[in-house]
């Protein structure tokens, strides 16, 4: 009994470890123009063991690297202005097959949040998806985490 919660508390910790390990923040924020008066940070919605996002354009520069193995960039520095993000979007055994695209005017000293959710189909289509396999859609929204305010996308009605 001894060696399995000698076990489990190895692969809690590793789970940890990997979490932490596998996220990044970039700065898009040109030299000499840094403090936080002065930028706008968007967060990407992560969830240690469940649903994750990973920022990976910002106004068309790939941000990311292709690659299973380059960490999701889940914060990003960026100036003031009309910025264009792209995400992408992994849940368990769901991954999303494009980015969704979202762009906003960023404020100064502000920061958005970058959620997103799949968007449920008809009953018959999602018990082909349960039955067969298949794919789904999904959607992605940035909300101004000061006043909650939808700035880019579109918040689904059955999200509150």
């Not at 990973?54 to 941000?63: A, C, F, P, R, T």
Request: aromatic share 10%; charged share 20%; hydrophobic share 40%.
């Amino acid at each position: 009994m001894r060696h399995w919660k000698t076990l489990l508390i190895f692969v809690g910790s590793a789970v940890a470890f990997s979490a932490c390990t596998m996220t990044k923040r970039v700065s898009l924020v040109p030299a000499g123009v840094g403090s936080a008066e002065q930028v706008a940070i968007v967060k990407a919605d992560w969830e240690t063991l469940g649903r994750k996002l990973s920022i990976e354009k910002i106004d068309g520069k790939q941000i990311r690297e292709p690659s299973w193995q380059m960490p999701y960039i889940t914060e990003a520095e960026i100036t003031p202005g009309v910025h264009t993000i792209e995400v992408s979007f992994y849940e368990r055994s769901s991954r999303s097959t494009s980015n969704a695209v979202l762009k906003f005017y960023a404020q100064s000293a502000a920061t958005y949040q970058i959620h997103a959710a799949n968007i449920p189909e008809s009953f018959w289509s999602e018990f082909s998806k349960t039955l067969v396999g298949g794919e789904g859609h999904w959607t992605a929204w940035a909300v101004d985490t000061k006043t909650g305010e939808v700035v880019a996308g579109r918040k689904p009605p059955a999200i509150k």
